[in-house]
């Protein structure tokens, strides 16, 4: 190998008027991939097939701080440069030739690519959106180059690996396991995911004959299905108002520990938090469905057509967003679908006033404006060119730039096509301009649903006489939890009749509760919702304070959500609770401590640290966890970690 700096700049100059996706077309990896987890290392032999778009004198894969040897072209050495973020081929390529590209390389990866355990199993998994997938493996930052990745993985037998594409089978020899898939046609790298833990699965196949497959932890048997439901019913109908097949071989979902984010849309693999693993309690109040339909969505928005650049992102997460509303839709209903999308026009009105706003084409735009603004765009564009047009269109815009990428005009100009006449003033008006038209949203949303025009006449900050009599009669239960919102004084025994959305903002608003109302109140316990638990429990507790005990022995065995948000705030009001003797207080504490801990998810451990400041009880230990938790691999942890070690630190002084 020869360093060759000037050669380098030379060339890298040349790029800057061309990307290399102009010269060159990676056909297909075909990847042996090694883990290592107990050193966090990741190596592999690969074989890259590509074909010269141009002549060229060099090409680049990108690889972040990795080695590699045994670099070959078509079976010969080749000179090459490691640069610690690229290894560049220097070798005069043909027009129209095509090559082998061979080597070995080893990797660390530092990001995208997280060695973690869970419950005191390994948890491992990968995130390519936004952290790239070549930190771990050779592969393209730029969206722009899609390739066909058959990847094998060698990793631990007694766990399951689940990646893109099809698994053609799996060889086991002592304690490991070889896992060989295959894709049938090209992607971008941020999209190749793997995931291994302790998962058992479950199957269904949807209309069309797609395999669908459902992963979950093995203890978590009875949350299987009110965290899965309704995943057939979305995927037969998304393939149906799409109107494009599903364009991969199998589906696949799996949720994974410390996820950085809700979900995320690998091609045939979606990933997912843990959080979204819920019972049938938690289902009514933090359920999998719109992360679900989201990421299945972009399967063929962003995954089968992807957008050039960060300027066209709404292209996809737009997309996601709008296509995820229409198979809660399906679900739940019309009431639902346009609550949903007037809550968006509030959020972008909102935005707006605070100077934040941006246009849809700004590619440093919020995600706000790129998920919800890029949604009721298309809700807009629907209403004006009507549904068969719309329909037609995106059918037409998927069929010709499938397995490609796009632009926004590209996407424009099949609506165009179909409705035969020009767009540019409803481009312009939606989706160039800084302002979102949340006045023209409002309008739109106000001639499709009498359910928008009854929340909107439903106003009650200036405490309009009409509010009580409101809360009384047949107005939806979103309107009604709006006027417990802003005049939660209205509320009476009767109030307390209706819905799980209206008792829920009962115990969320009402938190000074009336003696008239105890008795109603404290009924809250039994509801179905932990959010309603969480904030009735406190709200009953700090009431009235001789009932304490009882309120403690009747939520007692109550857990929550993932974030155990009952069971934290339980041992808090238990340990602030001197008469109540039931348990020991020590153990509590402990309890309390421990969920500070490394193997606990980040919300879980958020929370902990927060009780245990807001009681003067983060002691040594507690700020020894704090300091570990500064280089967690979740920003949100990160900074959380600092600023409350700040903020004791100030207290000290």
């Not at 070995?104 to 990968?126: C, D, G, Q, S």
């Not at 007037?342 to 935005?351: F, I, P």
């Amino acid at each position: 190998m020869k360093n060759s700096i000037i050669y380098l700049f030379v060339f890298i100059s040349s790029l800057s008027f061309a990307q290399q996706t102009d010269y060159v077309d990676f056909l297909n990896l075909n990847a042996r991939i090694v883990l290592v987890p107990d050193s966090s290392k990741v190596t592999g032999k690969v074989n890259y097939d590509l074909k010269m778009l141009k002549n060229s004198d060099s090409i680049f894969i990108d690889a972040i701080n990795m080695k590699f040897e045994n670099v070959l072209l078509n079976g010969k050495v080749i000179n090459f440069n490691n640069d610690s973020k690229k290894i560049w081929i220097k070798h005069v390529l043909s027009k129209d030739s095509t090559y082998r590209l061979s080597f070995k390389y080893v990797a660390y990866p530092k990001k995208a690519f997280y060695y973690l355990n869970r419950e005191n199993e390994r948890n491992i998994w990968t995130q390519g959106q936004g952290k790239y997938t070549s930190n771990w493996l050779p592969s393209f930052d730029d969206v722009n180059e899609k390739v066909e990745f058959d990847l094998s993985f060698i990793s631990e037998s007694k766990y399951e690996l689940i990646s893109n594409g099809r698994l053609l089978k799996r060889d086991c020899f002592q304690n490991y396991c070889e896992w060989i898939y295959n894709m049938k046609k090209p992607m971008s790298s941020y999209l190749v995911a793997l995931a291994i833990g302790k998962y058992d699965k479950k199957t269904e196949t949807s209309k069309s004959g797609i395999p669908l497959e459902y992963y979950y932890y093995p203890e978590d048997s009875l949350k299987f299905e009110p965290t899965y439901r309704y995943s057939k019913q979305m995927f037969d109908f998304l393939e149906e108002e799409i109107g494009f097949p599903f364009p991969w071989q199998n589906y696949k979902q799996v949720p994974v520990h410390d996820f950085l984010y809700s979900g995320m849309e690998n091609t045939s693999l979606t990933i997912f938090s843990d959080a979204f693993v819920v019972d049938s309690i938690g289902f009514n109040d933090k359920n999998y469905v719109n992360v679900n339909a989201h990421e299945l969505a972009h399967q063929w928005f962003g995954d089968l057509v992807t957008a050039k650049s960060g300027k066209h992102h709404w292209l996809q997460e737009g997309f996601a967003t709008y296509y995820a509303l229409l198979a809660e839709r399906d679900i739940f209903g019309d009431d639902y679908f346009y609550f949903k999308l007037l809550e968006n026009v509030l959020d972008l009105s909102r935005q707006d006033l605070t100077g934040n706003g941006t246009s849809l084409l700004d590619e440093k735009a919020s995600s706000l404006t790129f998920y919800q603004r890029g949604a009721f765009v298309l809700h807009a564009l629907k209403d004006k060119v009507g549904d068969a047009v719309f329909k037609k269109a995106v059918k037409n815009y998927l069929t010709k730039y499938q397995f490609g990428n796009v632009e926004t005009k590209d996407f424009i100009a099949e609506v165009q096509k179909v409705y035969g006449k020009s767009l540019t003033s409803f481009v312009n008006y939606w989706i160039v301009n800084k302002d979102f038209p949340y006045e023209q949203a409002f309008e739109i949303l106000k001639k499709q649903s009498v359910f928008v025009n009854e929340y909107a006449i439903v106003d009650c900050e200036a405490q309009s006489s009409k509010c009580a009599e409101q809360l009384k009669y047949y107005i939806s239960d979103e309107a009604k939890a709006k006027i417990i919102s802003q005049v939660p004084d209205l509320v009476t025994a009767d109030t307390f009749k209706n819905g799980l959305k209206v008792r829920q903002a009962i115990a969320q608003h009402v938190t000074k509760i009336p003696l008239a109302l105890k008795s109603e109140y404290e009924k809250l316990l039994d509801d179905k919702s932990y959010v309603t638990i969480e904030s009735a429990l406190y709200n009953l507790w700090t009431s009235f304070p001789a009932d304490r005990a009882k309120y403690l022995s009747k939520t007692r065995d109550v857990v929550g959500f993932s974030d155990k948000n009952v069971r934290l705030l339980w041992i808090v009001l238990n340990l602030n609770t001197p008469f109540y003797e039931a348990d020991n207080k020590y153990e509590l504490f402990n309890e309390l401590k421990q969920y500070t801990g490394e193997k606990y998810n980040a919300e879980l451990r958020m929370s902990a640290f927060n009780y245990l400041y807001l009681m003067k009880s983060c002691d040594e230990d507690c700020i020894s966890e704090l300091e570990k938790a500064k280089s967690h691999h979740n920003w949100r942890m990160v900074k959380f970690a600092k600023d409350l070690i700040k903020k004791i630190e100030e207290n000290k002084n």
